[in-house]
Structure formats: structure tokens, C-alpha cells
């Protein structure tokens, strides 16, 4: 093997959100493999001559399957210096980075992780909301609203959720969220507790809605929300401080297919 891969975090879209080392890493990368929520202004940071392979989905098509991506990374490691294998938010935040970095280990590919900002903080935070606060309890759970069916795992248990966690941070969750907020409801959260919708957090287009439990997906539906969106569920939705929240950043994160 002559190279190491990189596994790293792009942020939420906002391109400051990037950090210092992934910024270096994709300044001296001589490939780059990358899918569908990473912002595009950072894939221009990359020398010319660098090798770029798009893994993410297209439209009307299924994603890139993971055996092929992994694929490519050994490939590249073989051939290349510097792989930077560029995802979304956070890449061991359901990103599949904890996959690939035991694949790569397993096929004798050095590999490092570099931590990236999840769009379940920064999207939140984009509107002025913080995920926790002293007034609105002490935990939070980031959840993922959308299941791999073949998963040899029970479901999320939305109902023990809503005993034992006073906030919820759920990624991929549109599309379940009706049945999402009736479990919820069923496990004991009342209707009335505050919910919060963010989509395209962070950049041009991005949009909110704040409301409650009972009526969340009816909105998300009337209003036409989509993907990808981070939904937050619990008392902290009240204490959103809009004053705070930063302006998106002018830059285009391609909605996922
Ligand atoms: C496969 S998960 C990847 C999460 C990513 N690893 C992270 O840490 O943010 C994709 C989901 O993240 C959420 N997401 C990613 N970027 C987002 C953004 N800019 N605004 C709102 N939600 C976002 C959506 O729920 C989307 O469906």
C-alpha cells in the first residue's frame, strides 16, 4: 500500500464549517471520493490533476453499494498518496465511516479519521436553537428516523425514547415522521410538545418550521418539506434564541436523489 485514507467530515454544507485539517487534507489530496450532502465550494479546493469519484446517489438511480465504494478506496490506496474520502457532517454520525474504516483496516489500508460538525447541531443552531439546556433537561438522542430494513437489529424504540430522553435529534426522518411522532405519543410525550423542522441547514435555501408533535407532519406535508432535514423534538425547542442564529451561507449543497 503506498497510501493512507482520510476519512472526513465536510460539515452540515456551510463551507466555514469545515475544519482546519480537512481543509489542509483536501488542499494536498491527490484523490477524492465524496457522495451527495457534501458541499460542492469544497470539492474546488482540490489541486488540479486530483481524482475525484462521485459514490453518492443520482437521480432516478440507487446509491453507489458499499462493496464498490470500498472497492474504490483500495484501489485508490494503492495507486494513490493522499485519499480523502469526503462525507457529509460528521463521518462516524451515520455516515457508514465506522464501515469503512474497519474494511480499510481489514484490507491493510492505513486509515485516519477527521471529525467533521453533524448537521444535528449546526442545522439547529442555524435557527438559533441549541440541542441542550439546563431549563429543558440533561439529554439528548441523535437517532436516525430511517431504517435499513435488512438491519439483524430490532427497530428504534421510539416509545422508550420518549420516556428516557428529554431531547431528540433525528436524522433521515421525514419520511417516517408520521409514524415517528404517534409512537412518540404513545410512549407518553404530549401533543403539545414543542418540534422543530430544519432543512438545507446552513445553506441558500435553507428553511425552518416550529410546532408541535401533534400536528408536525401535517405541516412538514402541507408546507412540502424534504431532504435532507434534521427534526428536533422536546422542551429545548422553546428555548430558541433566533437573535443568534448566523446567516446561511451563499453556497449550494445538492439535495440528495
Ligand atoms: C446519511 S445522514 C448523514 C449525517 C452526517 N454524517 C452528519 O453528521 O450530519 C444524512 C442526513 O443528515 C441530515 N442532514 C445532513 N445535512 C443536512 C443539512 N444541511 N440540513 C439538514 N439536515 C441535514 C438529514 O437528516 C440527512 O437525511
Redesign the pocket.
Known sequence: MTGTVYLV?AG??DPELLTLKAHRLLRQCDALVYDS?VPRALLDLTPAGCERHFVGKRRGHHSVPQPSTNAVLVDLAQRCHCIVRL???????????GEEAAHLVAAGVPVQVVP?????I??PAYIGLPVTHRRAGSSVTFV???EEIDKDRPGVDWRGLARSSDGLV?????HNLRRICEELIAGGLAKETPAAV??????RG?RDLVSCLGVLADRVEAEGFG?????VIGQVVEERIPACAPQPADAE?PI?F
Open positions: 467530515g452540515p454544507g450532502l462525507k457529509g457532517g460528521d463521518p462516524f454520525l451515520f455516515g457508514r465511516g467533521g460538525v453533524t448537521a444535528g449546526a442545522a436516525t428516523g430511517h433525528i436524522y433521515m426522518g421525514l430544519i432543512q438545507q441547514g446552513t445553506v435553507q431532504s435532507p432535514s434534521i427534526v449543497m440528495p
